[in-house]
């Protein structure tokens, strides 16, 4: 089965074209090298993909017939992906929510309060 089938089989990717793409970008790897999305996987391959900024690691069991249900995803792929790597995630978003999105204007009294509140605990 290609890799961008694969991918779109097990649910990382919402449809193949978006699986293909990732898989041009370079941030699919099968084995520890880039691949075209045309690569044939065969079971216990080892695939490396980069996506919101999660680095995943799997490991393909069994190939699948046709796209799969959520429930059924772990027959298909052994899912190796450290902690520390959605921990990171949570990290991040929690440092995006301090900052104010462009284009809202000048911040209001309410929200000037707010900041100096936030530097005075510092």
């Not at 793409?21 to 980069?50: F, H, M, W």
């Not at 995006?96 to 284009?103: L, S």
């Amino acid at each position: 089965m290609r890799v961008d089938k694969y991918l779109w089989c097990v649910r990382y990717y919402k449809t193949r074209s978006i699986a293909t793409k990732a898989c041009k970008k370079g941030q699919v790897k099968v084995n520890g090298s880039v691949i075209k999305p045309s690569r044939e996987v065969y079971p216990t391959d080892k695939i490396e993909l980069r996506k919101n900024q999660i680095s995943y690691k799997l490991t393909i069991n069994d190939i699948p017939p046709n796209r799969v249900g959520a429930k059924l995803v772990d027959i298909y792929r052994v899912d190796t992906t450290p902690k520390e790597a959605f921990e990171a995630q949570e990290l991040l978003k929690y440092s995006k929510d301090y900052y104010r999105k462009k284009g809202t204007g000048r911040p209001t009294k309410k929200d000037r309060r707010d900041i100096d509140d936030f530097y005075e605990e510092e």
